[in-house]
């Protein structure tokens, strides 16, 4: 199966243009106030209405009060929401679109903690991150080997944490994943894509599709 490209982080109207003319599959806004990705909802709004008609447009949350989230998801017309920091199964409803769990992987706990999110409200798909200081956004990779664990939890799992141009091949063939994210791994400074490292990282990914 063709394996997803989700770029997420882009700050800036120009970046996401070139962003989606380099093929992602989908974009991510970041509503985490500690992020240097950060974006406020009028600029999010705005990068939102870049979205080609088939495209996905997520929304990053940390720790996030529901009725903010449910805001974000009608003024820029979300259709996922990511949940990056401490939400509980519980947390997983009530925005109106699909949930994608995030979890920090250090071990083997991570993933099976991961589980207890399976069938749960409207999670619809699982991301594993690195384990880096912070919620995410850290450019830290994780054991790709224990993304097996989840091979038969019947959601969609993306791959994170630390992918670039350079390991993207690598994490793809030892984990197949329904996608893959980045932020860090495709920018020339924290918010600002690299928009040759855009291409790179999709061209990999693309050929590597069957
Ligand atoms: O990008 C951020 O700053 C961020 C902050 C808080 C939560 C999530 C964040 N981004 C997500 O982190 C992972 C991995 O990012 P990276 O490629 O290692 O830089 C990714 O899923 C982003 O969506």
Redesign the pocket.
Same mark, same amino acid.
């Given at each position: 199966m063709k394996v997803l490209v989700k770029v997420?982080?882009v700050t800036r109207v120009e970046d996401a243009q070139g962003v989606w003319a380099a093929g992602v599959d989908a974009m /991510?806004l970041?509503f985490?106030p500690g992020?240097?990705?950060f974006v406020d909802l009028a600029r999010a709004a705005s990068i939102a209405r870049t979205r080609p008609p088939l495209a996905s447009m997520v929304g #990053?949350f #940390?720790n996030a009060k529901p009725e903010d989230i449910r805001v974000r998801v009608r003024e820029c017309g979300l259709t996922a929401v990511?949940l990056?920091g401490d939400e509980s199964p519980e947390d997983c409803s009530g925005y109106g679109v699909p949930v994608i769990k &995030?979890l920090r992987v250090r071990g083997p706990d991570d993933v099976a903690k991961a589980r207890s999110y399976v069938g749960v409200g409207d999670v619809a798909g699982l *991301?594993l991150?690195?384990a880096a200081p /912070?919620?995410? !956004?850290?450019? #830290?990779t994780f054991d790709w080997s224990l993304v097996k664990q989840l091979s038969d939890c019947g959601l969609p799992v993306l791959v &994170? /944490? !630390? *992918?670039k141009p350079s390991n993207v091949a690598e994490a793809v063939r030892a984990t197949r994943p329904y996608g893959v994210? #980045? &932020?860090? !791994?495709v920018e020339s400074s924290p918010g600002i894509k690299d928009l040759d490292a855009v291409r790179a990282f999709v061209r990999t990914v693309q050929s590597l599709n069957p």
């Open positions: 997420c982080g /991510g970041n985490h992020s240097p990705r #990053v #940390v990511q990056h &995030a *991301l991150d690195g /912070g919620y995410g !956004g850290g450019g #830290v &994170a /944490g !630390g *992918l994210d #980045v &932020a860090s !791994g």
